[in-house]
């Protein structure tokens, strides 16, 4: 039985969603994407990398093997109102993704702001393709603020619909109309060119897109084709950027440094092995090069500037620093226990932290902040409240939802100057005013500090992603005693597989205030959050 590999466009990749030619197995599991997710998988697109395989299974005509269902989000559906086609193909690799270009082009939304995906995704076309930050994506809520409903007002602020791929020609025909922009925003004659070969470049690397696709034939058997599901769910896990930087260092070293049997080791400290779990490698490696990135000049292999904890500045970071870093890992593991104390009053690991990489910057600056000279050095004391304030300003804004891994470097950069400026201030009220004043111009536009009315309606309504983890972590660092019972909650209790219900958090934390000591940001020192 031979397999056969074909590729469409992401408009007929579309079609077949649609119409409900492709479909998802009652195996499969849900959409768990994030918006991070979501942005590098449009970001490559535009970029013209490979997004992967789907690999799809044939049904028998009018007979499948299993029961399936069109492409949703939340219980919202992506198809047309004709009934299921006859020749009927399930999707056994790539829902993630697929998704994703439905709610992407496709239009298909969340309902309302409480959960992910309600709003609406966009090409900057002022910043396409030069800069990174080109695709953009707005909250429900958002549209609504800034009239983006109307093509109109979507091309005065150069923000192209993905989802109107169809209709790109009215911003193309419209980017001279002076009666389209506003009065005083009619934009330079090379503004407008320059916009207008950007809108060009776009749509011909959306058209000229190809998905590749496997099929396989309905000749297989469900066991067999869960077999297969199983495989693919699990292949590709093992070979990681890790895997390459360990082979790197061992080759560096001669076989004498031996990173992966180190960081095995590494678990057996009790902070720094606790957040930095045995499953997630990576983390590691983007630990070290937040600490790199505080270096003077932080050139890395074959003196390439390492600017980003992306997968390729992990790589690039020198092997002689993951060596320093293993040699001063006790340290490390006291700098993890002051973040759990100082920032986050409790321990926990990366998987429990909203944008997990946000607590990094306390390791990498406490790390600088040992070789600074005393007269240009902050206190911990002094790191450990701003980090806290920027951690859940950052959390509850959901800010890194936009290109976290870019965002870092240059938010350590801005932390490590807000802090070293005001490092001598000696009036503690004075401090708080300046280092506020900073974390505000840090957190300008669209992530100012969440308003008392905002964390009320957090509280009192369903939410995702990392809101919904900062609120647990908020809990889980205050519930201690069970005030019902009053036994101690131990999360990381073998009892009950180590669960502890939600409703028990919730019970011993509630007489504290849990909405008053986040509006008050008083366990910050006074630095609002």
């Given at each position: 039985m031979a397999l056969k590999v074909s590729s469409s466009s992401i408009v007929e990749v579309l079609d077949q969603l649609w119409c409900g030619h492709w479909q998802i197995p009652g195996f499969q599991r849900e959409f768990i994407w994030s918006q991070t997710q979501a942005f590098d998988l449009l970001r490559s697109i535009f970029k013209k990398r490979p997004i992967g395989l789907i690999t799809l299974w044939n049904q028998p005509q009018s007979n499948p093997h299993c029961e399936s269902e069109p492409v949703k989000l939340k219980e919202l559906f992506y198809r047309s109102d004709t009934p299921d086609p006859a020749v009927l193909q399930l999707v056994l690799d790539g829902r993630q993704r697929l998704t994703t270009l439905a709610i992407a082009f496709g239009g298909l939304r969340a309902p309302d702001d409480r959960?992910?995906?309600?709003?609406?995704w966009f090409v900057d076309i002022n910043k396409y393709p030069q800069k990174e930050d080109f695709i953009v994506y707005k909250k429900k809520r958002e549209l609504e603020a800034e009239g983006l409903g109307a093509k109109s007002v979507c091309l005065q602020k150069s923000l192209v619909p993905l989802d109107q791929y169809k209709d790109l020609s009215f911003f193309q025909s419209n980017i001279n109309n002076p009666d389209i922009y506003e009065e005083g925003q009619f934009p330079s004659a090379i503004d407008r060119e320059a916009r207008s070969n950007s809108l060009r470049d776009m749509y011909e690397t959306f058209m000229k897109f190809q998905i590749p696709y496997a099929e396989l034939p309905d000749a297989f058997s469900l066991a067999e084709v869960c077999d297969i599901f199983d495989v693919l769910n699990t292949t590709g896990t093992k070979v990681s950027t890790f895997d390459l930087i360990h082979n790197l260092c061992f080759a560096s070293s001669r076989g004498e440094f031996d990173l992966r049997t180190l960081f095995e080791g590494y678990q057996g400290y009790p902070s720094f092995g606790l957040l930095c779990e045995v499953?997630?490698?990576?983390?590691?490696?983007?630990?070290?090069?937040?600490?790199?990135?505080?270096?003077?000049?932080?050139?890395?292999?074959?003196?390439?500037?390492?600017?980003?904890?992306?997968?390729?500045?992990?790589?690039?970071?020198?092997?002689?620093f993951y060596e320093k870093f293993s040699q001063h890992i006790e340290k490390v593991d006291t700098y993890t226990s002051d973040l759990f104390e100082s920032v986050l009053s409790g321990q926990f690991r990366a998987r429990e932290i909203p944008y997990p990489v946000s607590v990094l910057h306390y390791v990498a600056l406490r790390w600088k902040a040992e070789g600074l000279s005393p007269s240009g050095r902050f206190t911990t004391e002094q790191l450990g409240k701003v980090?806290?304030?920027?951690?859940?300003?950052?959390?509850?804004?959901?800010?890194?939802?936009?290109?976290?891994?870019?965002?870092?470097?240059?938010?350590?950069?801005?932390?490590?100057?807000?802090?070293?400026?005001?490092?001598?201030?000696?009036?503690?009220?004075?401090?708080?005013?300046?280092?506020?004043?900073?974390?505000?111009?840090?957190?300008?536009?669209?992530?100012?500090?969440?308003?008392?009315?905002?964390?009320?309606?957090?509280?009192?309504?369903?939410?995702?992603?990392?809101?919904?983890?900062?609120?647990?972590l908020f809990v889980n660092s205050r519930a201690r005693i069970d005030i019902v019972d009053g036994k101690e909650l131990n999360r990381f209790s073998t009892a009950k597989m180590g669960v502890i219900s939600p409703v028990r958090r919730l019970r011993g934390v509630l007489q504290l205030g849990l909405g008053d000591t986040l509006r008050s940001g008083e366990s910050a020192g006074g630095l609002c959050v």
């Open positions: 959960h992910l995906f309600s709003g609406r499953n997630r490698p990576e983390y590691f490696c983007q630990a070290v090069t937040a600490c790199f990135l505080t270096s003077e000049d932080p050139a890395g292999k074959d003196s390439k500037t390492v600017q980003t904890i992306k997968g390729g500045d992990l790589v690039n970071t020198p092997y002689p980090i806290r304030a920027y951690f859940w300003r950052n959390a509850l804004t959901q800010r890194y939802d936009q290109g976290f891994l870019s965002l870092f470097a240059t938010d350590l950069r801005d932390l490590d100057a807000l802090l070293s400026k005001n490092a001598n201030i000696r009036s503690a009220k004075q401090w708080t005013l300046q280092t506020n004043s900073g974390l505000n111009e840090l957190f300008k536009g669209n992530f100012v500090s969440a308003s008392e009315e905002r964390i009320q309606e957090m509280l009192t309504s369903e939410v995702r992603g990392a809101v919904r983890l900062a609120l647990y």
